[in-house]
């Protein structure tokens, strides 16, 4: 069973930085695939970024450039670099894990049975 807490959220101004953390544990037993995903109130999750164990990312095109995902195997923690953030990243930011047999770095939600409760990314005016 993987258990994901995220942390590292907070608020930041427009065209700030930040960086969110998730500590997956058992994921290196359990998963090959650990993704990101965000939700604004009222709208439809969407995936942000997502990582394989053997270092393959994917991002979405309208975050490219701009968001960062990465890992750190040893300590079984996957990050989340958002930079030059826009009002429009605000939102409750969370980790995933993937089903047993996910070995590329998916942007499907349906691909991810492990949830973490998120942490908050707010924009500042």
């Known amino acids: 069973q993987v258990q994901l807490v995220e942390s590292g959220g907070g608020s930041v101004q427009a065209g700030g930085s930040l960086r969110l953390s998730c500590l997956a544990s058992g994921y290196t037993r359990a998963t090959n695939c650990l993704g990101w995903f965000r939700q604004a109130p009222g709208k439809e999750r969407e995936a942000v970024a997502a990582?394989?164990?053997?270092?393959?990312?994917s991002v979405p095109d309208s975050l490219k450039g701009r968001f960062t995902i990465s890992q750190d195997t040893a300590k079984n923690t996957v990050y989340l670099q958002l930079n030059s953030v826009k009002p429009e990243d605000t939102g409750l930011y969370f980790c995933?894990?993937?089903?047993?047999?996910?070995?590329?770095?998916?942007?499907?939600?349906?691909?991810?049975?492990?949830w973490g409760q998120g942490t908050q990314v707010t924009l500042s005016s």
């Open positions: 995933a894990a993937g089903l047993p047999y996910c070995v590329t770095p998916s942007l499907d939600s349906n691909t991810y049975n492990s």
């Open positions: 990582i394989v164990s053997d270092g393959r990312t």
